[in-house]
């Protein structure tokens, strides 16, 4: 028998945490923790009959950094634009006051 269950931990914008169970026929399973330092979470299973194993997934988005990248990037680039413009409007400036 599989079954798919999500359980749920919220970090709000206060930083309280929050721990939302997951239930399907008669099994709970309970985000209760984790450590940040090795990676590992705890969860807690209830009202789990049949194996005595359980299989859990967990993801992790290693192409994160290619979006913080692109935003450095797009953000340097914004940057060039503004001091280039900058730059041609003083430039601008300081001929039309010398040709007056």
């Given amino acids: 028998m599989q079954q798919t269950l999500r ?3 919220v970090i709000r914008k206060d930083r309280t945490v929050h721990y939302v169970s997951a239930q399907d026929q ?3 399973v309970y985000f209760t923790g ?11 299973l209830e009202g789990m009959e049949g194996p005595d194993y ?4 967990a993801y992790e ?3 994160i950094s290619l979006v913080w990248i692109g935003l450095i ?3 340097g680039g914004f940057l060039l634009s503004v001091i280039r413009r ?3 409007s003083s430039f601008r400036h300081r001929r039309a006051s010398r040709a007056q």
């Fill in 86 to 88: 900058a730059g041609e």
């Fill in 73 to 75: 990037l797009l953000s």
């Fill in 26 to 28: 008669g099994l709970t």
């Fill in 7 to 9: 359980p749920i931990y």
């Fill in 61 to 63: 988005k290693p192409a």
């Fill in 34 to 44: 984790m450590d940040v330092n090795s990676g590992a979470i705890n969860l807690t």
């Fill in 54 to 57: 359980v299989v859990v997934q």
